[in-house]
Structures are given as structure tokens and as C-alpha cells.
T-cell receptor
Framework: GIQVEQSPPDLILQEGANSTLRCNFS?????LQWFHQNPWGQLINLFY???GTKQNGRLSATTVATERYSLLYISSSQTTDSGVYFC?????????????FGTGTRLTIIP | KAGVTQTPRYLIKTRGQQVTLSCSPISGHRSVSWYQQTPGQGLQFLFE???????NKGNFPGRFSGRQFSNSRSEMNVSTLELGDSALYLC????????????FGPGTRLTVT
């Protein structure tokens, strides 16, 4: 099945720093989403971005579907950005469509 | 518009018991999916319901089942609980099944002792 890999697995930054999170997938996909899981476990939908670039405040994302990767940019990090960031793609496996998550990047922002 | 709600938020059960979790989707969303999150296995898809029918299923044993009601609310049931079923169970709703753009609830944290 499709593999979804995220890098780096862990990232520790000072408040105010910028960061880039990467998501690689092993097969072509027609949708991709980025989520932020806060320390309480809530998954927040950040972007639905099957291709192209989107921006929302300090966050932006770019997906290059032909090269099978997506990037999430966080600028001017704040402590509230801490948590785990997941990318997820829909895969078809044994006749079932399912959202498959990457292994995540744990981001820690230090004040 | 209210988000996805899940009840209960926390649950402690004993091995061998059964449990039922509830999920209310965002108003107007008719697709509801369930996921299990554990430290060892990460986030794994359980099943998806749309118009009261299971449309997709992940690789979980038959002890895990679900259903959806006419108002799109969904329940999942786990019978004969095992210690390994301890996890965060997340429900997500989606307006458009073609895109699978999903919005998640806060989760139910289940502990099996």
C-alpha cells in the first residue's frame, strides 16, 4: 500500500522561528490534508491541499502532486503551535477508501 | 456552526466488557468516519458511514462495529474489550465524500484495565 512519511519526526524551536515540515507519499494521490493535533488530542484541520499552494495566516502549504510531496510552512512560531502535525491522504485498499495518516512531526516551541 | 461532538470524553472499562461511543457530526455532514489512535500504531481508520450504510472498512476485527442513524449521528461499539483496545477514538465528519475533507471531534479516551 501507499506509504506516507513525514520529516523530521521531532522539531524543537524557539518562539518566533520559522519551520518547514515535509510529507512524502509513495504513490499518486488526488487529495492531501494537513492536521494539527494539540496536546489535548484534538485534531484540527489546517489545509485540504491536493495540489498547489494555500495560505492561512502564519501557515501555508504547498503540494507538488507530480513529485509526491507536500510542505507545511509555519512562520513566526508561537507556543500554541506546539503539538503533532499530520499529513493524510486517501488511499484505495482492498476496495475500501480510507484516510491514511503519516507518522507525524512533533513540534515543540520554547518560549 | 457547532463542531463534531463525541461522548463520553473519557471511559474506563474492564477487559471482557463492551463499550459504545457516540459521535454527532457537523450539521449537514452525512459522512462519519471513525479512527483509533495508539502510541504504537498511530492513527488507523476503522470505518466510514454514509446515509446509514457502512461504505468503507479498515483492518480491524469484527469486535469493532458501528452504525449510523437517520440524523447522521453515529455510534461505534467494541465488544469483549482487550487491553490493547485502550486508545483515543476519534470521529470525523465530512460534507463531501469525493474529497474526504474531514473535521474531527475531540475524541473519546478509552482505558481498558
Amino acid at each position: 500500500g501507499i506509504q506516507v512519511e513525514q520529516s523530521p519526526p521531532d522539531l524543537i524551536l524557539q518562539e518566533g522561528a520559522n519551520s518547514t515540515l515535509r510529507c512524502n507519499f509513495s504513490d499518486s494521490v488526488n487529495n492531501l490534508q494537513w492536521f494539527h493535533q494539540n496536546p489535548w488530542g484534538q485534531l484540527i484541520n489546517l489545509f485540504y491541499i491536493p495540489s498547489g499552494t494555500k495560505q492561512n495566516g502564519r501557515l501555508s502549504a504547498t503540494t507538488v502532486a507530480t513529485e509526491r510531496y507536500s510542505l507545511l510552512y509555519i512562520s513566526s512560531s508561537q507556543t500554541t503551535d506546539s503539538g503533532v502535525y499530520f499529513c493524510a491522504v486517501v488511499v484505495l485498499e482492498f476496495g475500501n477508501e480510507k484516510l491514511t495518516f503519516g507518522t507525524g512531526t512533533r513540534l515543540t516551541i520554547i518560549p | 456552526k457547532a463542531g463534531v461532538t463525541q461522548t463520553p470524553r473519557y471511559l474506563i472499562k474492564t477487559r471482557g466488557q463492551q463499550v459504545t461511543l457516540s459521535c454527532s457530526p457537523i450539521s449537514g455532514h452525512r459522512s462519519v468516519s471513525w479512527y483509533q489512535q495508539t502510541p504504537g500504531q498511530g492513527l488507523q481508520f476503522l470505518f466510514e458511514y454514509f446515509s446509514e450504510t457502512q461504505r468503507n472498512k479498515g483492518n480491524f476485527p469484527g469486535r469493532f462495529s458501528g452504525r449510523q442513524f437517520s440524523n447522521s449521528r453515529s455510534e461505534m461499539n467494541v465488544s469483549t474489550l482487550e487491553l490493547g483496545d485502550s486508545a483515543l477514538y476519534l470521529c470525523a465528519s465530512s460534507l463531501d465524500r469525493r474529497t474526504y475533507e474531514q473535521y474531527f471531534g475531540p475524541g473519546t479516551r478509552l482505558t481498558v484495565t
